[in-house]
């Protein structure tokens, strides 16, 4: 039998152990942990809409139109007019002609990727892609290739050589790292192979283009260059779930063959509710991603004049790169004890040596709080025994 406090020791040895925080506040910058108040920096809610006073209403109005329950997967009884009318919705904001709701991000990648290819087909990664791309290609049984990040000319070549169905899967923007996938350039390979490009999206939606509809919108891509496009809904707008849009034949196709969209439960429509308020803010409401820009304009120029490494990035997502698992961990607890909650992303999530500090700014942020980061950034550079 496997020694579990064995391999637990091993990883504590390691700088690897992960634990939990309790947090007994909303979502926002100001979390309560562990019973302190801290300023935070490493939530996903870009908008600042997980606590949005308009979109938990709209939750609380549909728990009492709907009740608490799913009830049911969608293809048994659980589809409910809500799910169906944020279809609808997500259809017309992505300019895709249908969406597909799934229960989370994870579900919906294993679900396409395992529908789209299987024995004898070949699934092309970049090699940051999300773990659960990654588990999707190793679900689907097909051949699994990683070409190296970002690099379009790799996935072209290996595009050509491929055997059976391809299909190409890439983050539309990078989780650990913050930039974009060159979507033009690997659009333009896919059609000139015959290949579905699938884009995961989690972090452009809501965030990139004029009215938040992501990276497709951002370098102007349609569903003839981007046919599958996947979106979470857990991230800037703020409440759970994730949705597929893409052609008519595409999402009938995934209903039949999906797995992870037949045999789970259908989200509480409540929660579908409040994703409709979500999205009807986040189109509206510009000035949100004016702010955001304006937080990481702040941040990266601060950044640049303490000297520390920062990724090319032009996202809420700005890592900042320090080497080893230990230094991460380091600077995130000396950030805790000035009151600032940074996320520490070591191996394996990144690879070894580029352990780093997952900044993440929202809209909720203000200047001043920016301006606090950065000085605690510059105090604890400055305390650092040079190695
Ligand atoms: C968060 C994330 C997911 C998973 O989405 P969930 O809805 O949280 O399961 C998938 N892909 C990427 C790139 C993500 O960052």
């Known amino acids: 039998m496997r020694d579990l406090a064995a391999e637990l020791a091993a990883l504590r040895a390691q700088h690897l152990y992960r634990a939990r925080r ?10 309560r942990v562990d ?3 801290l300023l935070a920096f490493c939530s996903n809610d870009y908008l600042g809409l997980a606590a949005d006073p308009r979109v938990q209403a709209a939750l609380v ?11 049911a997967a969608h293809l048994v009884c659980g589809h409910s007019a809500e799910h169906h009318a944020l279809e609808e919705e997500l259809a017309e904001f992505t300019g895709r002609p249908r969406a597909l709701l799934f229960s989370t ?6 679900g396409v990727i395992t529908a789209l290819a299987g024995r004898g087909d070949t699934v092309l990664q970049d090699r940051l892609n999300h773990a659960s791309l990654l588990d999707g290609g190793l679900l689907s049984g097909a051949r699994f290739a990683r070409y190296a990040h970002a690099d379009a000319g790799a996935a072209a070549a290996r595009l050509a050589t491929a055997g059976g169905e391809r299909v190409l899967v890439t983050d539309g923007v990078f989780s650990m790292d913050g930039d974009l996938a060159p979507l033009p350039a690997l659009a333009a390979a896919c059609r000139a192979h015959g290949a579905w490009l699938v884009v995961d999206d989690a972090h452009g939606f809501g965030v990139l283009g004029r009215e938040g509809r992501g990276s497709a919108e951002h370098f102007g891509l349609g569903v003839a260059d981007v046919p599958v496009l996947i979106g979470t809904l857990g991230k800037a707008f703020g409440t759970s779930g994730a949705f597929v849009a893409g052609s008519e034949d595409l999402i009938e196709y995934l209903i039949q063959k999906a797995r992870t969209y037949i045999f789970t439960t259908a989200t509480p429509p409540a929660v579908a509710a409040a994703t409709r308020a979500a999205l009807a803010i986040l189109r509206r409401e510009d000035e949100r991603r004016a702010r955001l820009g304006a937080l990481i304009a702040q941040f990266r120029a601060g950044c640049g004049q303490l000297g520390l490494t920062l990724m090319p990035s032009a996202t809420p997502i700005q890592p900042v790169v320090v ?16 009151g600032l909650l940074v996320a520490a992303i070591r191996p394996p999530t990144v690879p070894a040596g580029s352990a780093r500090l997952r900044v993440t700014l929202s809209a909720a942020h203000t200047e001043a709080e920016v301006a606090r980061l950065l000085d605690a950034l510059a105090a604890i550079a400055a305390a650092e025994v040079p190695a």
């Open 105 to 110: 991000g994870y579900m919906a990648n294993l």
């Open 323 to 338: 080497g080893s698992a230990e230094r991460a961990l380091a600077w995130s607890a000396a950030l805790r004890e000035r």
């Open 61 to 71: 109005a549909g728990a009492a139109r709907w009740g608490s329950g799913g009830g």
């Open 35 to 37: 019973g302190r108040e």
């Open 22 to 31: 309790v947090v007994s506040s909303p979502q926002g910058p100001r979390l």
